[in-house]
Antibody, heavy 122, light 107 residues
């Protein structure tokens, strides 16, 4: 069974750093792109970026380029999303999700993590 | 960048009725469009891919149609569990972003 299990909720102050995780199991982790999707409170889905764990090739949406860093450790089947300096506007639910197909940078997401709620408040 | 515009923003219907949701792209995405369902407190679920193909385990009452710039998600007879928010997503151009969503609520 394919599963993506995300790390738990975080409460941080503005200016702090943060790294959240997404552990995949039940499939070949290195063979599918993994993406991150933001959902701000009461709002819609925003595509942030993707990583191919096989070689750590990474793509970002222009809206998120330079704002976050996506990485992966294939030895432990885990992808990460990190911030170097959080802002209040980073408060949101963050989902990781697996690409539907094995190949191609442009694809849909078929399996999703449960989400990690990040709250940034002074 | 392609912009996906969903309409209506909110759709109020009763169980048993037919629901028709629209997604319009700012330029052609061919058939490279998906639909997702999101219920409160849950992650989105892939319903339809490449405009008209149901994902694994999705009931036959869900169907998708369209190509180019205009797409439709139809739910033939609404079940109580279908009331949720629905999003479209394109995979034709970078970035493969989502529409703003349609909330399907019980009338």
């Amino acid at each position: 069974e394919v599963q993506l299990v995300q790390s738990g909720a975080e409460v941080k102050k503005p200016g702090e750093s943060l790294k959240i995780s997404c552990k995949g199991s039940g499939y070949s982790f290195t063979s599918y792109w993994i993406g991150w999707v933001r959902q701000m409170p009461g709002k819609g889905l925003e595509w942030m970026g993707i990583i191919y764990p096989g070689d750590s090739d990474t793509r970002y949406s222009p809206s998120f380029q330079g704002q976050v860093t996506i990485s992966a450790d294939k030895s432990i089947s885990t992808a990460y999303l990190q911030w170097s300096s959080l802002k209040a506007s980073d408060t949101a639910m963050y989902y990781c999700a697996r690409h539907f197909r094995r190949f191609g940078e442009l694809d849909y997401f078929d399996y999703w993590g449960q989400g990690t709620l990040v709250t940034v408040s002074s | 960048e392609i912009v996906l515009t969903q309409s209506p923003a909110t759709l109020s219907l009763s169980p048993g009725e037919r629901a028709t949701l629209s997604c319009r792209a700012s330029q052609s995405v061919s058939s490279y469009l998906a639909w997702y369902q999101q219920k409160p407190g849950q992650a989105p679920r892939l319903l339809i891919y490449d405009a008209s193909n149901r994902a694994t385990g999705i009931p036959a009452r869900f169907s998708g149609s369209g190509s180019g710039t205009d797409f439709t998600l139809t739910i033939s007879s609404l079940e109580p569990e279908d009331f949720a928010v629905y999003y479209c997503q394109q995979r034709s151009n970078w970035p493969p972003d989502f529409g703003q969503g349609t909330r399907l609520e019980i009338k």
